[in-house]
């Protein structure tokens, strides 16, 4: 009887081959498996050192902007047009750091409008020391010219003073003034007399002065009789004229035709009943200007 559990030779060759298959399959798999854990870190490793790089390229970013915004806050000028446009550009880059860039192609971005943004702050910067160059200028020529208005000013404050002085001494010197002035009360037959009880006329003779300034033609003397106590005589309470811009009463007056040259007159008042015994003051005024005094006595006898 043969041994049924011999095996043929060629079974021995299959049982041999299919463990050979097997761990060449493995010795494949396994390396296959090697490479893509390989390939995997190697990915990670990229990936982790590209979130980096945009990482900093972000923060290099942000920084340059906030850099940027800094230097719009120092940019200064008095252009109002200029401002509004330099705001406008600042906003944009302030919304631009608002931006959360995840990606190479929004960082490329980025860049090309910061750098655009730079070569318009640049442009803003020149404009702006141009017209701070402009601006000293017109200062220093604002200056010149203050210096020389006020100069002018002060020559014609200058001018003024002396036009006034001069004026003045004018009008002063244009004013005609009486001389020789003579106050003599008369009695009823025109002799002179100091008793009150024979007055009849006070007469005040005197001279117009000689004046080449003053102004030519006819001129009115007002004439004021103050008795002792203050009192001015007068015949009539409408007897007014101006003086120093205020209406005062007068006694009496007369009119005369001036030319330039002495002048002789006399004023009369006729006794009115009020005149007392004392010492009495006479004022000439003509043209807005007291142009002679003189004093009489009245006595009892």
């Not at 972000?58 to 719009?72: G, P, Q, T």
């Not at 318009?120 to 017209?131: N, P």
């Not at 309470?237 to 007056?253: C, E, G, Q, R, V």
Request: net charge positive; proline share 2%.
């Amino acid at each position: 009887m043969s041994d049924t559990t011999n095996n043929s030779p060629s079974q021995q060759s299959t049982k041999k081959s299919v463990p050979i298959g097997m761990i060449a399959i493995s010795i494949i798999l396994a390396g296959a498996l090697i490479f893509l854990i390989v390939m995997y870190f190697d990915q990670k490793t990229k990936m982790v050192d590209m979130e980096t790089t945009l990482t900093q390229e972000k923060d290099s970013l942000a920084n340059e902007l906030r850099l940027m915004v800094v230097a719009y806050d120092t940019l200064k000028t008095n252009n109002d047009s200029l401002n509004s446009v330099m705001l406008k550009e600042k906003t944009r880059i302030v919304q631009l750091l608002s931006v959360n860039a995840s990606n190479t192609q929004l960082i490329k971005r980025y860049k090309g409008e910061i750098t655009t943004m730079r070569e318009i702050m640049k442009s803003y910067i020149v404009q702006i020391d141009s017209l701070n160059s402009r601006n000293k200028v017109l200062v220093a020529e604002n200056s010149e010219i203050h210096q020389q208005i006020s100069q002018v000013t002060s020559k014609n404050t200058e001018l003024s003073k002396v036009r006034e002085e001069l004026s003045s001494k004018v009008e002063i010197a244009s004013v005609i003034q009486a001389k020789d002035i003579v106050a003599v009360s008369l009695n009823k037959k025109r002799k002179e007399t100091t008793r009150i009880n024979l007055l009849d006329k006070l007469r005040i003779c005197f001279t117009l002065r000689e004046n080449p300034l003053a102004q030519a033609g006819p001129k009115e003397v007002f004439m004021r009789v103050i008795r002792p106590d203050s009192l001015v005589i007068t015949s009539s309470p409408d007897n007014l004229f101006t003086y120093n811009k205020n209406k005062i009463i007068y006694s009496a007056s007369r009119s005369v035709d001036y030319i330039n040259q002495d002048v002789e007159m006399c004023i009369f008042l006729d006794n009115t009943g009020d005149f007392i015994i004392g010492n009495y003051s006479v004022e000439l005024y003509l043209e807005d200007n007291i142009i002679g005094r003189t004093n009489f006595m009245l006595s009892k006898k």
